[in-house]
């Protein structure tokens, strides 16, 4: 028998001429099984190795012989080989034996399944992480114990994303601010708190809010002067009889705040003088039959007692305005003007049946009962009542606040009871039972808007007096300030967000008014704030008040909540 050293593979016959047969590995999931020919028989070692090889790679294990029946003891030797396969296959593999112990230790790292033990999982599979990293750890894009999550190299990018960097799932609405979120209040998220429900810091606290400005008509300031001259017995009573029903209950029913000032002699009107009753004076009715010492102011009703004769019922206002000529009964030393309020509109009305000629304050007045020189005596007293108080009456021509009411004795117009506007030239003509015509208060009614009516028919002063009170009522001017609306419970309302929408009467699309720093930035269609109050500039202010049916409304929002 030929004898077999040192080969790696080797194949022996015996003298008699048996058949050589070669040591072969068949590869199949890294199973080998070599046959080793001795003497002309086969003899079977089935290898067991540690790993396992789908036909291909390079793998190098240290690995011992399972001894097989009547065979000699197991040899252990190291195996080196490089399978050239793929799939099922036969590789040839150089084999040196080597004498070691009965021991058999076999290491190797396949992809497979091997009979052994593993460096994997229980069930004897192996995993070998794609993403470069050891696997169990965060990022190799397997659930391992421990992590809600591996999304592999995708994990927290972006930083918001389902999975962070440290394998926790991201969530808003979990109480912690995760990546990508600027806020988590847990089941506190909402509006009410600042943190939206998606955990971003809300621009807002409150969204946008929308409040309909009430348009509140100013309030109006009657002053009525009354010529206490000895013509005017009869218009004196006139008034008095009208000035409850036709007058103040009229504008009472509108709703208008409203008070009346007036400029005359208190007294019994048999001595050419006035003296007003409840409800609107302080009198009981029937008082003034035989009227009380003084007269008696309410709430609506101040009267500054004051002779008023035929041509100076101007000059008598400006010195009484301030206090110049107290009242008789000092009820007002510093003057009518402690009774005017600076908020409201005011109105004069005039009663007398002369014209005017006076002087004050070196200043001349005097219509001569014509056109001319009615308006040159009216534009004087136009510009010396606003510069007297412009508080009051404006603080120029193009801003009046007053308008002129004239009952003088002027020609009747057609009908007799229709008024004159202030579109109607001036009348020269006169009334049966005037003195005058009273040129420079038509002008005045004219150049401020008033209305104009005659006076000698005292029959008529009913519809006179609803007229008039008809026409306050559609003058009260509509107040071009209002409150800033209240915000939410709990918020704060942000100011630079504030907008105005005006919606002409009659029409579906708002314009929208913009705000400006204060008054000396106005423009058409801006507002300001001061003092917690929204302000139409004066421009926008003019379209509010000739479209008394047009709507306001204010929109907002509100300082967002920082969260803790």
Known sequence: MRGCASLVLCACADDGGGTDSATNTMGNSGSGITSLGTDGTDATSEAATMGTSEGSGSATATGTSAPTTGEPPATTGTTTGEPATSGVGTTAVETTAVDTTAVDTSEGTSEGTSEGTTNGLSDGTTSTSTTGLEPGVCGDGELNLGEECDDGPANGLPPDATCSDQCTLNSCGDGKIDPGESCDLGPMNGPDNGCSTSCKILPTACGTQEAEAELIPKPVDIIITIDNSGSMGEEIVGVQNNINVNFAQIIEASGLDYRVIMVSKFGNDTNESVCIEAPLGGIAQGGCNNPPAAPVNGQRFFHYSVEIDSHNSWCRLLTTLNGNVDDDFDFATEGWQKWL????????????????????????????????????????????????????????????????????????????????????????????????????????????????????????????????????????????????????????????????????????????????????????????????????????????????????KVEFTCDPLMPL
């Open 341 to 552: 309020r600076a908020d409201a509109f005011k109105i004069f009305l005039e009663l007398t049946d002369d014209g005017v000629v006076c002087s004050n304050n070196n200043i001349s007045y005097d219509d001569n009962n014509n056109i001319n020189s009615g308006l040159t005596a009216a534009t004087k007293f136009d510009q010396r009542l606003i510069t007297v108080a412009p508080q009051h009456f404006g603080d120029s021509i193009e801003n009046r606040n007053y308008k002129w009411y004239s009952i003088v004795g002027m020609a009747y117009n057609n009908p007799a009871t229709q008024p004159y506007g202030p579109m109607d030239p001036v009348i020269t003509g006169k009334c049966p039972t005037a003195e005058n015509n009273g040129t420079g208060y038509q002008t005045l009614s004219n150049m401020t808007g008033g209305l104009r009516f005659p006076l000698c028919d005292t029959s008529k002063y009913d519809v006179v007096f609803q007229a008039i009170a008809n026409g306050v009522v559609a003058d009260a001017k509509i107040a071009c300030d209002f409150q800033i609306p209240e915000p939410p419970e709990g918020k704060t309302l942000d100011a630079d967000s504030i907008e105005v929408l005006f919606t002409p009467s009659g029409q579906m699309n708002p314009l929208l008014l913009t705000k400006v720093a204060g008054l000396a930035q106005c423009d058409p269609m801006s507002f300001y704030v001061e003092n917690d109050k929204v302000i139409l500039c004066p421009e926008a202010c003019g379209l509010a008040q000739d479209d008394k049916d047009a709507t306001l």
